[in-house]
Every structure is written in C-alpha cells, then in structure tokens.
C-alpha cells in the first residue's frame, strides 16, 4: 500500500527557477497538507485543502502556491525560488472521520536546496 | 502565538531507562486532539499516540504512553524501557476542532546511550 507519495525526493534549483513538488495519496483522504522543515526545527504548515477544488494558506505561504483538482493529488508549486527555500518538505493526508483521533499520514519528504 | 511548546531540544536517556518528553500546548477550543509523532534520522515521520481532550484516561500504545494534565495544558510523552533504536526527533503536535490544520512543537531529540 502505497500511502502517500512525493517526488522527487532531492532537488536542487537554481535562484529564480520554478519547480512542482508533486503529491498524491491512495487513501481517498479529504484533508492534505503542506508543510516544510527547516533544520533543526519543527513543521511549518505552507497550505492545505478540506478537499477537491478548496485549498487555503497555513503560517508560511509566501512563495508558495497549491492547486487540488482531484482527491488524490496536491502538487506544491514554487514560482521563482530562493535560498530561504532550501528546506525539508513534507505532505501529509488525513481522513475526514467523526472525532479527533484521525492521525495524519506523511509521505517521505522533499529535500530542496536553492543555490 | 506559539501553540505547541516543547521546552527540551535534546535530552540524553540510558538504554532501559525511561524518558519523559515535555509538551504544553495553548488553546481556546474545548475539543481537540494532541498526537505525538517520531522522526528518526531517515527523515520520515512516523505517528505514535493520540490523547483526545475528552479522553479520561491516559494513552498507551506499547511502551508509549501519554501524560496527559487537562488543566495544565500538558501533554508529556513517556517512553519507557529505552532501546536505541528510539534515538529519534520527538515532536508533539494539536489539532483543534475549529480548524483542520495539525500544529507541531519545535520538536526534542532524544539520544539513547548503550
């Protein structure tokens, strides 16, 4: 069972270049997430979405932006990248069930660097 | 504002100790969940324990278990008999019921001495 799944794993781009980080789950899950991590430190929320065609900002969107035009994907697009962008980043997917205790699944992560 | 506090960057345990990570966390909300999820070097997180706000009882899942202080906003990780394989970055995390995203603490590492 695949899960969720990112690519690519490593990237490195050049200041001013654009790229898709691309993401898709097989779990049939509503919720999906964009976070990055920085070195050293805990998970920033960039966007999420509640669902097909609905997308909203987290902490840390500047730079960044979403699109969900189906269930299973959320592709993460970054216009023209800089070096504040060199990061760890991560997508997750959760159910939408009654109650709370729904974890949220990560896929392995993107490691981008901006040079 | 910082909701998820996690005091302890990096704590050392002996190998069969215990271990106790710190957690408080800031909300308005009556309802909601706090998770703690592991991350070793590999990079991948990976989903421990979940304590709900209504839970009565403290959350166990094999040798995790949570100390959960309702009035306290607390919610400390206990992970007991230490192997090495638990030398991870820790990082406890809330969500709310009023919103749907998942906030994480800064996180804590733990190094498990042989």
């Known amino acids: 069972n695949a899960g969720v799944t990112q690519t690519p794993k490593f990237r490195i781009l050049k200041i001013g270049q654009s790229m898709t980080l691309q993401c898709t789950q097989d779990m049939n899950h509503n919720y999906m997430y964009w976070y990055r991590q920085d070195p050293g430190m805990g998970l920033k929320l960039i966007y999420y979405s509640v669902g097909a065609g609905i997308t909203d900002k987290g902490e840390v969107p500047n730079g960044y932006n979403v699109s969900r035009s189906t269930t299973e994907d959320f592709p993460l697009r970054l216009e023209l990248a800089a070096p504040s962008q060199t990061s760890v980043y991560f997508c997750?997917?959760?159910?939408?069930?009654?109650?709370?205790?729904?974890?949220?699944?990560f896929g392995q992560g993107t490691r981008l660097t901006v040079v | 504002a910082q909701k998820i506090t996690q005091t302890q960057p990096g704590m050392f345990v002996q190998e069969k100790e215990a271990v106790t990570l710190d957690c408080t966390y800031d909300t308005s909300d009556q309802s909601y969940g706090l998770f703690w999820y592991k991350q070793p070097s590999s990079g991948e997180m990976i989903f421990l324990i979940y304590?709900?706000?209504?839970?009565?009882q403290n959350a166990t899942e094999g040798r995790y278990s949570l100390n959960f202080q309702k009035a306290r906003k607390s919610a400390n990780l206990v992970i007991s008999a230490s192997q090495l394989g638990d030398s991870a970055m820790y990082f406890c995390?809330?969500?709310?019921?009023?919103?749907?995203?998942?906030?994480f603490g800064a996180g804590t590492t733990v190094t498990v001495r042989a």
């Open positions: 997750a997917s959760r159910s939408e069930r009654t109650g709370m205790n729904t974890e949220a699944f």
């Open positions: 995390a809330m969500r709310e019921v009023s919103k749907y995203k998942l906030s």
């Open positions: 304590q709900g706000s209504y839970d009565e």
